[in-house]
């Protein structure tokens, strides 16, 4: 990863959250996944200041977290099923991956009062009465934005995106349909970091 080739910081926005999100689901602990995300962004940038060569950022990233937590696992001797744990997931969490690198960009094309609930909930991971007390919501109105915001979000994908899959029928790209141009822009920004 040479440092002419990406903005570090812009790297470490984008992808920080995802994978804080991804560690939490393997720790079920918000500090310790915050700890593990802190490390593995601390290794991209010492990784970026070496000039390292990286062929695909995702993956490396994703690679780097998931050893990121084995490490800790091992350790702390916690137990753990590693075909769960590694194997299972990482076409699942690769294919979430390929596509989550769009569905972030595109709740900013949703309307401001149904992007920032689903962000919060779905994207961030705060229990909905969370959500409602932060944005000083009901609770039932709350739930309202956030289902509508998912069906919004789902039309503007369908509407926008061409899904590749694999022979297995895993995803394995995104493409954007002519027609939608704010996401051509979103794609463009995503592929000056795919290397």
Not at 43 to 69: D, P
Not at 146 to 151: D, E, N, Y
Not at 162 to 182: F, M, R, W
């Amino acid at each position: 990863m040479s440092k002419e080739c990406c903005n570090i910081q812009a790297v470490i926005q984008e992808f920080y959250d995802y994978l804080k999100h991804y560690i939490l689901k393997k720790v079920q602990d918000p500090v310790i996944a915050e700890d593990l995300v802190q490390e593995v962004m601390l290794q991209l940038v010492l990784a970026h200041q070496k000039s390292t060569q990286v062929q695909h950022l995702k993956a490396w990233l994703f690679q780097l977290t998931r050893n990121t937590i084995y490490d800790y696992f091992k350790k702390h001797q916690i137990s753990y099923r590693e075909d769960e744990l590694f194997t299972e997931e990482v076409d699942e969490d690769t294919e979430v991956l390929a596509v989550a690198d769009y569905i972030v960009p595109m709740l900013s094309l949703l309307p401001e009062k149904y992007a920032l609930p689903l962000r919060l909930s779905d994207i961030d991971g705060l229990p909905q009465k969370a959500v409602a007390q932060q944005l000083k919501l009901g609770l039932s109105a709350t739930k309202m934005r956030i289902q509508r915001g998912r069906q919004q979000l789902k039309e503007l994908f369908v509407s926008c995106c061409n899904l590749h899959y694999d022979a297995q029928g895993n995803i394995v790209s995104c493409t954007i349909k002519e027609h939608c141009q704010p996401l051509h822009d979103i794609q463009q920004e995503l592929q000056k970091h795919s290397f």
